[in-house]
């Protein structure tokens, strides 16, 4: 079993910036695509970022295209969402995920296809 841990939500208005971190234990990260999703109440969840093994390939939705980022850093198992010029409909739980899987595809786009998941973060955004 591979236990997540995300650290970084919090409570901001509108237009500030948040960093979420996860750190995946165990010798292998570079051979896992990384991901963040987010849910709310009532609704499934929905991917924001995804990245390679790597680190050179990303995804994002097309919401977040240009306010977030995601990245990687091997050498300390932690993946990174930084957030930017948050709205308030980018308030949720956010979720990283892992899948046993070096390269991209869009099946990543996908909750169902990642093999772990951290407890979630919440980010809440006020206008």
């Known amino acids: 079993q591979v236990t997540l841990v995300e650290s970084g939500g919090g409570l901001v208005q509108a237009g500030a910036s948040l960093r979420l971190s996860c750190v995946a234990p165990?010798?292998?990260?570079?051979?896992?695509?990384m991901a963040w999703f987010r849910q709310t109440p009532g609704k499934e969840r929905e991917y924001v970022a995804v990245?390679?093994?790597?680190?050179?390939?990303?995804y994002y939705r097309d919401s977040v295209k240009g306010r977030f980022t995601i990245s990687r850093d091997n050498a300390n198992n932690t993946v990174f969402l930084q957030m930017n010029s948050l709205r308030p409909e980018d308030t949720a739980v956010y979720y990283c995920?892992?899948?046993?899987?070096?390269?991209?595809?869009?099946?990543?786009?996908?909750?169902?296809?990642?093999?772990?998941w951290g407890q979630g973060t919440q980010v809440t955004v006020s206008s």
């Open positions: 165990g010798r292998t990260f570079s051979r896992n695509v």
């Open positions: 990245i390679s093994g790597s680190g050179d390939n990303t």
């Open positions: 995920g892992l899948r046993r899987y070096p390269t991209l595809s869009i099946a990543n786009k996908n909750w169902k296809t990642y093999d772990y």
